[in-house]
């Protein structure tokens, strides 16, 4: 698995397109209103899986590992939303939390993990 994270607009889904061969086709733009395909090569904006399950009561760590299929062989993507104030609204806060330990569970099962900012990748893994 390879697990891409960075702020908005940092260039991560051009990125994976370019390092790793795959189209729009083989991505999932997860939404927060409905549940996502897991079944992708790709996987983009994780982060708003997390606040589909943080209003739905679910942990978004063991709803992923138990419904994705070929964790090895995806490419993650995920905004950090990690940085910044931390927001008053409490589903904010928990979402907030919730993708965190999502992310820190996909980065240990991951074989790399890369940070993009102003289009330059660093690799964290």
């Avoid at 931390?86 to 099962?109: C, F, H, Y």
């Amino acid at each position: 698995m390879e697990l891409i994270i960075g702020g908005a607009f940092q260039g991560k889904t051009e990125y994976a397109k370019e390092n790793f061969g795959i189209g729009n086709e083989d991505i999932f733009v997860c939404n927060k209103d409905f549940a996502p395909e897991l079944d992708k090569k790709c996987i983009a904006h994780i982060e708003r899986f997390s606040f589909w399950c943080v209003e739905h009561g679910i942990e978004p760590a063991e709803y992923f590992f138990e419904h994705a299929k070929n964790i090895g062989d995806m490419i993650i993507i995920s905004d950090d939303i990690s940085c910044g104030v931390v927001p008053i609204d409490k589903t904010e806060r928990a979402w907030r939390e919730a993708n965190g330990r999502l992310l820190i569970k996909l980065s240990k099962e991951a074989e790399h993990v890369t940070r993009i900012f102003c289009g330059l990748s660093q690799r964290l893994k």
